[in-house]
């Protein structure tokens, strides 16, 4: 069974230090890995995902995560934070082996707060 | 404007009495799907559509029915609600196109449901 981990439930930052939220993922197959962020009282929106091709992503509002394979990790990094970047933080993960159906496998969530 | 609109946003209701909580969305995307949010255990997949008349079983499907008649519908039905299914309940929707897993979803606002 595929799943997700993110060790870390909230994360403090400073404005403008680097910010990192941490994801470990497991599957039978190769990963398709996802970033959202949710907003107080909000649905969830999309940040990046990685598919294939270069480790580094790049996405939304200066975000940014690094997939590595031999750690089957997928960080999700901003290089200055913004006390607006404060919100609820999710990893997840869909298995490319199609034995495994379509099914979407979420992270518990990371609190991210940005202090001024 | 694309979005994925859920109703009601707000729900109290008793054990036991039927309720539908539905899910409709305006971009043409063929995949759809139910997820529950509870603290400290992230999102939840309960089940998803690939297309019109196909659906699967998420994570957590028990208690739970699911139809997908129309590409743009997919309600979400309980038909006997217990106080275990009080929870936080998002509907998302994704391109889901040629059977590649690497496409983003679109969340709804969410329907909060409380059963006592």
């Known amino acids: 069974a595929q799943s997700v981990a993110q060790p870390e439930d909230q994360v403090n930052v400073a404005e403008g230090n680097p910010l990192t939220v941490k994801c470990t993922y497991s599957?039978?197959?190769?990963?398709?890995l996802f970033w959202y962020v949710q907003y107080p009282n909000r649905g969830l929106q999309f940040l990046l995902k990685?598919?294939?091709?270069?480790?580094l992503v790049k996405g939304s509002y200066g975000f940014e995560a690094e997939f590595n394979k031999s750690q089957t990790s997928f960080h999700l990094k901003k290089p200055s934070a913004l006390v607006s970047d404060s919100a609820l933080y999710f990893c997840?993960?869909?298995?490319?082996?199609?034995?495994?159906?379509?099914?979407?496998?979420f992270g518990g969530g990371t609190r991210v707060l940005v202090k001024p | 404007e694309a979005q994925v609109t859920q109703n009601p946003r707000y729900l109290i209701t008793v054990t036991g009495k039927k309720l539908t909580v539905t899910c409709s969305q305006n971009?043409?995307?063929?995949?759809m799907s139910w997820y529950r949010q509870d603290p400290g255990l992230g999102l939840r997949q309960i089940y998803y559509?690939?297309?019109?008349?196909?659906?699967d079983k998420g994570d957590v499907p028990e208690g739970y029915k699911v139809s997908r008649k129309e590409k743009r519908n997919f309600p979400l039905i309980l038909e006997s609600p217990s106080p275990n299914q009080t929870s936080l309940y998002f509907c998302?929707?994704?391109?889901?196109?040629?059977?590649?897993?690497?496409?983003?979803?679109?969340f709804g606002p969410g329907t909060r449901l409380t059963v006592t």
């Open positions: 971009m043409n995307h063929e995949y």
């Open positions: 998302a929707s994704g391109a889901g196109t040629g059977g590649s897993g690497g496409y983003e979803q679109y």
């Open positions: 559509s690939m297309n019109v008349e196909v659906t």
């Open positions: 599957v039978s197959g190769n990963p398709y």
């Open positions: 990685y598919i294939t091709g270069d480790n």
């Open positions: 997840a993960v869909r298995d490319r082996n199609k034995a495994a159906g379509n099914k979407l496998t």
